[in-house]
């Protein structure tokens, strides 16, 4: 930390000495809040931060720090060709991983060509998007950079519990190191130091619980299989978001935004109940995308007994919930040895577990069909209303309909779900600043989690799990959750582009002009 986040030797920081090789040990001990039950174990943090290039190798969580930094550092190693310039480290740029791919007319631009500039990552910064050019930059700005996290870290709540002091920290951490270069010393500087950190701390935490339950140290040689690679795949979701009835109304925007950000918190609440079940922290997602999660699990066996009954649970309660639209996949048969998580190796471990994910959808639902059959006999009772108007798959409600008809003026039968989407989540998700998510919430999920919208931050954590900030306060964990449609503006009407592109897609001319 202490050369890439603050680099300039010569210039004395507050409150440490700058040009110190031991300034990460200095913040550690006397700058970074730390919950009341860690504070007594501070100089032992400062010191197994700074251990992990010469750790003691009797020292257990050292080894553990040591060998998945190791881990971590070889997964991003490019070497720079010959013909590529080498930058002062204070000076260089993270470099965009789309630098060296190009589609149009099947041309490349030199590397190193896309770039971006040392900045907080903010929901409405443009620094979020590469710029062209050399990936160079004005020392000063890490200065500038660290007084700003400086700031911000300090004022930590570390009075909450563990959990959510974690999760804070991890989320300011994304916000001030996701655009600095982790790697520079001959290498493609294209991993920032953020996604170098959190992907070290997954394997360190992988590391931890196995060697803790087989009772001896890591070694970098180990050839065992001690990692579980965890796939999880969420099906359905075009189907589920567009398949709605044209009866919707003026309700349709508000379910569109409503059921994409319901599948969002829906894979959240799968991740947080395999989290809590397997009592692991959140670090252990190596991808947590589109619906779609890879995870770095310990290869122990109460961890794979515990995973047999979560999918088991998982898919009795998309059967119910969605009849079979929408189904959630999960695969953990692909276990791997360090030797899976090398350079040379990483690309076939994650086929392997992509190939797996794929085999278990050909067989959706089987556990869930085997224990309860293959007929789905749910809310027959309750079909005399008919079914849903906007959905088609529940039954439809007096209660439900009646209050849509009074929120939006219009009388067609729905059922609890989507009247719940539109009128609750629809309306308030953009006025909302935090996602509650506890065990006794408004929105149920899957498990035990439930989820509630709060303006203000929540000052009584009874019941509470875990919390995500939509806003970007410093405050929780940080959720970048899109609360509005995208919308198509009149000035980018007035572009032909946009027709010629449409027509181009559906095999046609245009010739409008707006």
Same mark, same amino acid.
């Given at each position: 930390?202490?050369?890439?986040?603050?680099?300039?030797?010569?210039?004395?920081?507050?409150?440490?000495?700058?040009?110190?090789?031991?300034?990460?040990?200095?913040?550690?001990?006397?700058?970074?809040?730390?919950?009341?039950?860690?504070?007594?174990?501070?100089?032992?943090?400062?010191?197994?931060?700074?251990?992990?290039?010469?750790?003691?190798?009797?020292?257990?969580?050292?080894?553990?720090?040591?060998?998945?930094?190791?881990?971590?550092?070889?997964?991003?190693?490019?070497?720079?060709?010959?013909?590529?310039?080498?930058?002062?480290?204070?000076?260089?740029?993270?470099?965009?991983?789309?630098?060296?791919?190009?589609?149009?007319?099947?041309?490349?631009?030199?590397?190193?060509?896309?770039?971006?500039?040392?900045?907080?990552?903010?929901?409405?910064?443009?620094?979020?998007?590469?710029?062209?050019?050399?990936?160079?930059?004005?020392?000063?700005?890490?200065?500038?950079?660290?007084?700003?996290?400086?700031?911000?870290?300090?004022?930590?709540?570390?009075?909450?519990?563990?959990?959510?002091?974690?999760?804070?920290?991890?989320?300011?951490?994304?916000?001030?190191?996701?655009?600095?270069?982790?790697?520079?010393?001959?290498?493609?500087?294209?991993?920032?130091?953020?996604?170098?950190?959190?992907?070290?701390?997954?394997?360190?935490?992988?590391?931890?619980?196995?060697?803790?339950?087989?009772?001896?140290?890591?070694?970098?040689? =180990?050839?065992?299989? #001690? %990692? +579980? @690679? &965890?796939?999880?795949?969420?099906?359905? /979701?075009?189907?589920? *978001?567009?398949? $709605?009835?044209?009866?919707?109304?003026?309700?349709?925007?508000?379910?569109?935004?409503?059921?994409?950000?319901?599948?969002?918190?829906?894979?959240?609440?799968?991740?947080?109940?395999?989290?809590?079940?397997?009592?692991?922290?959140?670090?252990?997602?190596?991808? =947590?995308?589109?619906? #779609? %999660? +890879? @995870? &770095?699990?310990?290869?122990?066996?109460? /961890?794979?007994?515990? *995973?047999?009954? $979560?999918?088991?649970?998982?898919?009795?309660?998309?059967?119910?919930?969605?009849?079979?639209?929408?189904?959630?996949?999960?695969?953990?048969?692909?276990?791997?040895?360090?030797?899976?998580?090398?350079?040379?190796?990483?690309?076939?471990?994650?086929?392997?577990?992509?190939?797996?994910?794929?085999?278990?959808? &050909?067989?959706?639902?089987?556990?869930? /069909?085997?224990?309860?059959?293959?007929? $789905?006999?749910?809310?027959?009772?309750?079909?005399?209303?008919?079914?849903?108007?906007?959905?088609?798959?529940?039954?439809?409600?007096?209660?439900?309909?009646?209050?849509?008809?009074?929120?939006?003026?219009?009388?067609?039968?729905?059922?609890?779900?989507?009247?719940?989407?539109?009128?609750?989540?629809?309306?308030?998700?953009?006025?909302?600043?935090?996602?509650?998510?506890?065990?006794?919430?408004?929105?149920?999920?899957?498990?035990?989690?439930?989820?509630?919208?709060?303006?203000?931050?929540?000052?009584?954590?009874?019941?509470?799990?875990?919390?995500?900030?939509?806003?970007?306060?410093?405050?929780?964990?940080?959720?970048?959750?899109?609360?509005?449609?995208?919308?198509?503006?009149?000035?980018?009407?007035?572009?032909?582009?946009?027709?010629?592109?449409?027509?181009?897609?559906?095999?046609?001319?245009?010739?409008?002009?707006?």
């Amino acid at each position: 930390m202490q050369r890439q986040f603050y680099p300039l030797s010569g210039v004395k920081p507050k409150p440490a000495p700058l040009g110190s090789d031991f300034y990460s040990d200095y913040f550690l001990e006397n700058d970074l809040p730390l919950p009341e039950e860690l504070e007594n174990f501070r100089s032992v943090i400062a010191r197994t931060a700074s251990a992990h290039h010469k750790p003691d190798t009797q020292n257990f969580v050292e080894m553990c720090i040591t060998i998945a930094d190791r881990l971590s550092s070889g997964s991003d190693r490019i070497e720079l060709r010959d013909n590529e310039g080498k930058t002062g480290f204070r000076e260089s740029r993270l470099i965009s991983i789309f630098d060296e791919i190009e589609l149009y007319n099947h041309t490349f631009q030199p590397a190193k060509s896309w770039y971006y500039n040392l900045a907080a990552l903010e929901s409405d910064g443009a620094n979020i998007f590469p710029i062209q050019g050399k990936p160079v930059g004005r020392a000063e700005e890490y200065i500038e950079l660290f007084e700003k996290f400086h700031n911000e870290i300090i004022n930590i709540n570390n009075g909450m519990a563990f959990p959510f002091y974690f999760e804070t920290l991890i989320s300011i951490m994304e916000k001030y190191t996701w655009s600095i270069p982790y790697s520079l010393y001959n290498t493609l500087s294209d991993i920032s130091l953020f996604d170098h950190s959190f992907s070290t701390a997954c394997i360190a935490q992988a590391l931890y619980v196995y060697h803790s339950h087989t009772g001896d140290l890591p070694d970098w040689k =180990d050839d065992r299989e #001690k %990692f +579980i @690679l &965890l796939g999880g795949d969420l099906s359905g /979701i075009q189907n589920y *978001i567009f398949g $709605i009835s044209k009866n919707s109304g003026r309700g349709v925007s508000k379910i569109f935004r409503a059921r994409s950000f319901y599948l969002q918190v829906l894979t959240r609440s799968v991740l947080l109940e395999l989290q809590n079940r397997l009592n692991l922290f959140s670090v252990f997602r190596l991808v =947590d995308s589109g619906g #779609k %999660f +890879i @995870l &770095l699990l310990p290869a122990t066996e109460n /961890i794979i007994k515990e *995973i047999e009954k $979560i999918d088991e649970e998982i898919q009795i309660f998309f059967m119910n919930k969605f009849k079979g639209l929408l189904t959630m996949n999960i695969s953990w048969s692909t276990m791997i040895s360090q030797q899976g998580l090398h350079l040379a190796n990483f690309q076939d471990s994650i086929d392997a577990v992509n190939e797996a994910i794929e085999e278990c959808k &050909l067989k959706k639902l089987s556990k869930a /069909i085997l224990k309860n059959g293959p007929v $789905i006999n749910t809310d027959y009772d309750k079909r005399e209303g008919g079914n849903c108007s906007l959905c088609s798959i529940n039954s439809a409600d007096d209660k439900s309909s009646s209050k849509y008809e009074e929120k939006e003026s219009i009388s067609v039968p729905v059922c609890k779900d989507c009247c719940e989407q539109i009128i609750y989540i629809g309306t308030r998700l953009p006025k909302t600043n935090y996602l509650i998510y506890g065990s006794n919430c408004r929105i149920p999920l899957f498990g035990k989690t439930s989820l509630t919208f709060l303006v203000n931050a929540p000052t009584d954590f009874k019941n509470i799990s875990h919390i995500e900030s939509i806003a970007d306060t410093g405050r929780f964990s940080r959720a970048r959750i899109a609360r509005h449609l995208p919308e198509v503006t009149s000035e980018e009407l007035k572009n032909e582009k946009w027709f010629n592109l449409f027509a181009k897609t559906q095999g046609r001319t245009c010739s409008h002009v707006p």
